[in-house]
C-alpha cells in the first residue's frame, strides 16, 4: 500500500500527454532539491528506448553528484512500454505482473528511504500520459494506484494542451490521487498556463509556469552547454524563483498530510460519536486508527515507526469487509468511473411517477435475478434497515387486506414470526420484528415470536446440526457440507417430520393467544448476521415457510402468511449464491437486499415484491398507496453504481478463482473443479467457499474452538468459552494479535503484495464469535496468507 515517510517527500511525476516535459521538470526538481541542501532520489520504473537517451541517464549528467538515479525495467525501442515489450519478442509469461511491477517500485523506495536519515526528496516519473498503458497494458493511473503516492501533474502546453491537461487531472482525481502541483511551460503563442493558473486555483491547486527549455542546435557540445545552463536558471535556490516555489510548497503539503494524520485521533475524539462503540472504554488516542485511504482488500493506516526511516504508513486487510458492504475491493475504478458518469449526467432527480435508465435497468435485473419466478416489482430505499421497515409494511398490508376487515385496534396489534439472534437493522420499526437484546432500545416494542432454531457448524471436521432444547438437544451429523444443504433430499428425514410437528404445535398455539395477532415470518436465510453470525439448519427455515403457507384448514392461522427474506447480508453471493431461494427450495413474498448491491461505494436498498403484494396497495385511493420514501430515493448515482457491480459479480462468477474454489468444495473432487478425464467442467456445489476446506476442517478440530463455518466469502469462528454472548471479550482477545503487522516472509520487502508484506488485520467480533470476510475478488493468495495468521494466532492461544 502506501508509503509515507517523514524524512522523505516522495511525489510521482505524471504527464498530461507524451512530450510535454516530466523529464525536464523531473531533472529541474531534483537540480533544485539538491541545490537546496536536501538528499535527492530519482526513479524511472519503465524506460524505453536507446539506453544512451534514458531518462535516468540525463538526470545523472545534468544533476551531477547528490541525485541518486536509477532504473527498474529498460526497452530499446522508443514507444509505449506496451508496445516495447511485444516488439521486443518478450513473452507475456516472463513479464513481471503489475503486482510485481508495483512492489518492485514500493521495495526501491523503502531502499531509499533506509539509506538516509536528512530531510530528502524523491521523484518517481512515469510514461507518457496518465493512460498510458503499463508493460501488461493496464493504465498507468490504475497500476500506480496501490502506491498512491502525492503527484505532481506535468501540464500540456501545446495546441489542445489545455484540455489534455484538465482531462488528465480529471482522470488522477477519479481515482483518489493527491495532486499537489501542476507544472508546465509558457508558451508565447498558446499562452495555456493563463488559463489553466486561474483554472485550478479554484480547485485549490498551484500551478507553476516556467520558460520551456532552449531548443537543440544538433551541436552536441552546444546543446548539452545551453541545457545546463537552462537548469541552472529555473532551478536556483533563490526565494522567488518559479522552482523554488514549487519545492517549498511540495515540502508544505507533505508536511500538511502528516500533521493532519497525527492529529486526526485526538480530534476525532472530540467531534465524532461513533456507532457500536462505548467511548467511555476509550483510553485515548491510540486506540483510534487513522485511514489515509483504501485500495483493494486493504487499508492504508497511520502509524509511526520505530525508525525515522519506517513509514508511517501501513496496510491492514479489511478483514470484515467494511461491515459487509465490500464486493470487489476498496476504490474499485470502474465503479467510481459508473458514479461519475451518472452524477455527471443526472446528479439526483426526483423519483416518484419518472424514470431515469439506471432505477429502471436495475430494478429488471433485480427481478429478473434473485426475484426470479416469483418478484414483479422492486422498491427502492436507501439503506438494509430502512429497506427491511418497508418490507414489513408491505408484509402487515398484505396480510391485513386478505384477512378481511380490520378495526385499528387489531391493526397495531400485528406481530411477526422470526429466529432467536435476528436482526434487521436499528431503526425503530426493523428493532420491534427483533425479540428483545443488546442492539435494541428504550422505546423498542418486540411484537411477534421467535423460535431458537438450529443451527450448522463444524465440529471436529463434523458437519453437525445442533438442536435447541425445544428440539430435544442433540445433533445430527453429516460427513459433506453438501448432505446438511441438499434440503429437497432432507424433506422426508426424520428430522423434517420432527421440525414440522414441533412448528405446527408452537404456532397453533400461538394463533390462540391474541396478544399479537402473528401476520408475517421474516428471516435472515441461512446466516443470522449480526446476532452472532448463526447458521441455521435450512431444513427448518425450510418447513418454517412451508408451515406459514399452508392452505386454510390445515394452517394455524386463517391466512396464508407472507414470507420476507432479509437479504442484505446474505444476498447477492456473499455466500457464494445469488440468492437463497434455490438452496432452500422456495421464494419469498418480499426481499431485501442493499450492502453488497452497490459494492461497498455508497448506501442503496431494494424490496423486491410479488405481484400480490404489490396489489394489495393498488386502487384509486391515495391512502391506499405505500407512502414511504426518502429524498434521495433511486437516487442515479447508486443506481448505476449498483448495475455496474452486477455486472462485474457476473464475471466473476466465471473467473477462475471463483472455479478453483468450487472444486475444492466438490465432496467427489475435492480438489479440481475440472474434470480432466471427461475434458468436462462439472456443475458447482451447492454450497462452497473461497475460504479453504482444509484449513477450516483442521480449525475445528482444536481444543479451544467450539465450531466454525464457512460459506462463500464469510468465514466464523465460534470459541468456547463460559461467557458467550455479544459483550463477552474472548474473541476479540484472542485475535488482538492479528491487529499487530506481521508477515509470513519476512525476507521479503514487498509493500504490497499480501502475503509477502508485513500488514496488520483489520476484524469485528461478536462476542465469543470471531468472522472474517472477503470481497468477492480477493485473491486467492490473500486467502491463504490470512488463514495461516488465524491458524497461527489459535495455535499460539493454546500454549
Avoid at 435494541?440 to 463434523?462: R, S, Y
Wanted: net charge negative; charged share 20%.
Amino acid at each position: 500500500m502506501s508509503l509515507l515517510f517523514k524524512h522523505l517527500r516522495v511525489h510521482q511525476i505524471f504527464g498530461a500527454n507524451t512530450d510535454v516535459g516530466k523529464t525536464v521538470f523531473a531533472t529541474a526538481l531534483s537540480i533544485a532539491s539538491k541545490n537546496a541542501g536536501h538528499q535527492v532520489f530519482y526513479l524511472k520504473p519503465v524506460s524505453t528506448g536507446a539506453p544512451e537517451d534514458a531518462d535516468d541517464l540525463k538526470i545523472r549528467r545534468f544533476a551531477q553528484s547528490g541525485v541518486n538515479a536509477d532504473c527498474l525495467f529498460r526497452f530499446s525501442e522508443p514507444v509505449s512500454p506496451y508496445l516495447a515489450v511485444r516488439m521486443e519478442g518478450v513473452s507475456p509469461n516472463t513479464l513481471p505482473t503489475d503486482k510485481t511491477f508495483v512492489n518492485a517500485i514500493s521495495s526501491h523506495i523503502k531502499t531509499c528511504a533506509g539509506t538516509t536519515t536528512k530531510a530528502s526528496h524523491m521523484y518517481v516519473e512515469t510514461a507518457g500520459g496518465v493512460h498510458s498503458p503499463t508493460l501488461l497494458g493496464t493504465s498507468q493511473a490504475d497500476c500506480y494506484r496501490p502506491l498512491f503516492l502525492p503527484t505532481i501533474l506535468v501540464g500540456d502546453s501545446k495546441l489542445g494542451g489545455i484540455s489534455s491537461t484538465i482531462s488528465a487531472y480529471e482522470s488522477l482525481v477519479l481515482r483518489g490521487y493527491i495532486i499537489d502541483s501542476i507544472l508546465l511551460f509558457k508558451d508565447p503563442y498558446y499562452l495555456n498556463h493563463e488559463y489553466l493558473v486561474p483554472y485550478f486555483a479554484e480547485r485549490n491547486v498551484v500551478v507553476h509556469a516556467v520558460d520551456p527549455p532552449p531548443s537543440l542546435t544538433g551541436n552536441a557540445a552546444e546543446d548539452e552547454r545551453t541545457t545546463a545552463e537552462y537548469y541552472a536558471s529555473i532551478a536556483s535556490t533563490h526565494g522567488s524563483s518559479v522552482l523554488s516555489q514549487a519545492i517549498s510548497s511540495l515540502d508544505s503539503a507533505h508536511a500538511k498530510r502528516i500533521e493532519e494524520l497525527e492529529s486526526m485521533p485526538s480530534r476525532s475524539l472530540q467531534s465524532i460519536w461513533w456507532p457500536f462503540v462505548q467511548h467511555g472504554a476509550i483510553s485515548g488516542p491510540s486506540e483510534i486508527t487513522p485511514i489515509d485511504s483504501a485500495h483493494s482488500d486493504f487499508f492504508s493506516i497511520y502509524k509511526p515507526g520505530d525508525a525515522s526511516s519506517s513509514s508511517v504508513l501501513s496496510p491492514q486487510l479489511d478483514g470484515s469487509s467494511s461491515w459487509w458492504t465490500q464486493a470487489v475491493g476498496h476504490a474499485n475504478p470502474r465503479l467510481t468511473l459508473a458514479a461519475a458518469r451518472a452524477a455527471g449526467r443526472y446528479g439526483h432527480v426526483m423519483f416518484p411517477k419518472n424514470a431515469h435508465l439506471p432505477a429502471l435497468k436495475l430494478a429488471e435485473t433485480l427481478v429478473a435475478g434473485p426475484g426470479r419466478d416469483w418478484a414483479s416489482r422492486a422498491f427502492f430505499s436507501d439503506n438494509g434497515s430502512t429497506g427491511m421497515e418497508v418490507a414489513i409494511k408491505m408484509a402487515l398490508r398484505d396480510y391485513g387486506v386478505r384477512s378481511g376487515s380490520w378495526t385499528q385496534h387489531r391493526k397495531k396489534s400485528l406481530g411477526i414470526i422470526g429466529l432467536k439472534g435476528s436482526y434487521h437493522g436499528d431503526t425503530m420499526g426493523a428493532m420491534d420484528a427483533c425479540e428483545e437484546g443488546v442492539y435494541t432500545c428504550e422505546w423498542h416494542n418486540a411484537k411477534g415470536f421467535w423460535f431458537d432454531p438450529p443451527t450448522v457448524g463444524k465440529k471436529a471436521d463434523k458437519v453437525t446440526i445442533t438442536q435447541p432444547s425445544a428440539l430435544g438437544g442433540d445433533s445430527v451429523v453429516f460427513e459433506h457440507l453438501q448432505e446438511a444443504y441438499d434440503v429437497s433430499k432432507r424433506m422426508d428425514s426424520e428430522l423434517a417430520t420432527r421440525y414440522r410437528e414441533y412448528i405446527h404445535t408452537t404456532l397453533s398455539k400461538l394463533a390462540e393467544n391474541k396478544t399479537h395477532d402473528l401476520a408475517a415470518l421474516v428471516l435472515e436465510p441461512l446466516v443470522m448476521g449480526a446476532g452472532g453470525m448463526i447458521f441455521v439448519d435450512p431444513l427448518f427455515q425450510r418447513i418454517l415457510i412451508d408451515t406459514v403457507r399452508l392452505p386454510t384448514g390445515l394452517s394455524p392461522f386463517p391466512v396464508r402468511l407472507p414470507v420476507i427474506f432479509d437479504e442484505v447480508f446474505v444476498g447477492l453471493h456473499r455466500l457464494g449464491m445469488e440468492s437463497t431461494s434455490p438452496l432452500l427450495g422456495t421464494t419469498p413474498d418480499i426481499s431485501c437486499h442493499a450492502k453488497i448491491l452497490t459494492g461497498g461505494l455508497l448506501p442503496l436498498a431494494i424490496t423486491l415484491t410479488s405481484e400480490r403484494v404489490f396489489q394489495a396497495f393498488n386502487s384509486t385511493d391515495k391512502a391506499d398507496a405505500l407512502l414511504h420514501g426518502h429524498s434521495y430515493t433511486a437516487h442515479p448515482i447508486g443506481c448505476e453504481v449498483a448495475n455496474e457491480t452486477l455486472a462485474i459479480i457476473g464475471e466473476l462468477k466465471e473467473s477462475k478463482n471463483w472455479k478453483d474454489a468450487q472444486g475444492r468444495w466438490t465432496p467427489e473432487k475435492k480438489w479440481s473443479f475440472f474434470d480432466e478425464v471427461n475434458g468436462t467442467t462439472a456443475p458447482p456445489p451447492t454450497v462452497w467457499s473461497l475460504w479453504d476446506p482444509g484449513f477450516v476442517g483442521e480449525l475445528s478440530k482444536m481444543d479451544s474452538v467450539e465450531e466454525v463455518m464457512a460459506l462463500g466469502t464469510v468465514f466464523v469462528v465460534k470459541l468456547k468459552a463460559t461467557d458467550a454472548g455479544y459483550l463477552s471479550n474472548l474473541a476479540e482477545s484472542t485475535f488482538l494479535p492479528l491487529r499487530e503487522a506481521t508477515t509470513t516472509n519476512p525476507g521479503d520487502l514487498g509493500s504490497v503484495a499480501p502475503g509477502r508484506a508485513p500488514y496488520s488485520v483489520h476484524f469485528r467480533t461478536l462476542g465469543n464469535v470471531a468472522y472474517f470476510m472477503t470481497s468477492l475478488n480477493t485473491e486467492a493468495e490473500v486467502i491463504r496468507d490470512l488463514e495461516d495468521r488465524i491458524w497461527g494466532v489459535l495455535t499460539s492461544s493454546r500454549t
